[in-house]
T-cell receptor
């Protein structure tokens, strides 16, 4: 079963706007990661946030984590057409179980 | 350096035949994962190898699926007596550490079509 679930399933915005995607999970975690997948390609790691962190930035990406709500959000600011891709969150299951499980992803379309 | 390499990139097979999918992880990476992705869907965990530990096979959907990792490096995923529902993209990923904070590096996948 899926540990993480993203919403919305699909998001369409105009270039320059911000995009926010959310991820909810069920059990305690050590960390939460976000990945991006372009059509027909493998996934690329974007950012990792540890369970004791609340916010993290990387370039135009901002990730938040609320362990009390078991949720995370990924914000992409000043979006570009090249940001069009599917975005997935991935979580472990806490403890010493390092197995990562992925949600179904959010398909982001940035229109030029 | 080289990334994760998967072969073949595409495989078309007839129902009932066996197939072998290969993954060459990044050199030195101790963890290796196999996932399956159906069209427009998320990633379904199949199997996880970590160093010399017994693999976590909890995601394998049936006993027709098996995987091995020889010498802690190359991995082969075998599907016996393929069925049409096995059609999907099979993704391999490796990571460099035993810690939970090691990101995964993915190959581009093998697209399997069972006719």
């Amino acid at each position: 079963s899926q540990q993480g679930e993203e919403d919305p399933q699909a998001l369409s915005i105009q270039e320059g706007e911000n995009a926010t995607m959310n991820c909810s999970y069920k059990t305690s975690i050590n960390n939460l990661q976000w990945y991006r997948q372009n059509s027909g390609r493998g996934l690329v790691h974007l950012i990792l946030i540890r369970s004791n962190e609340r916010e993290k930035h990387s370039g135009r990406l901002r990730v938040t984590l609320d362990t009390s709500k078991k949720s995370s959000s990924l914000l992409i600011t000043a979006s570009r057409a090249a940001d069009t891709a599917s975005y997935f969150c991935a979580t472990d299951s806490g403890g010493s179980n390092y197995k990562l499980t992925f949600g179904k992803g959010t398909l982001l379309t940035v229109n030029p | 350096g080289a990334g994760v390499s998967q072969s073949p990139s595409n495989k078309v097979t007839e129902k009932g035949k066996d197939v072998e999918l290969r993954c060459d992880p990044i050199s030195g990476h101790t963890a290796l994962y196999w996932y399956r992705q159906s069209l427009g869907q998320g990633l379904e965990f199949l199997i996880y190898f970590q160093g010399n530990s017994a693999p976590d096979k909890s995601g394998l959907p049936s006993d027709r699926f098996s995987a091995e990792r020889t010498g802690g490096s190359v991995s082969t995923l075998t599907i016996q007596r393929t069925q049409q529902e096995d059609s999907a993209v099979y993704l391999c990923a490796s990571s460099g550490g035993t810690e939970y904070n090691s990101p995964l590096h993915f190959g581009n996948g093998t697209r399997l079509t069972v006719t």
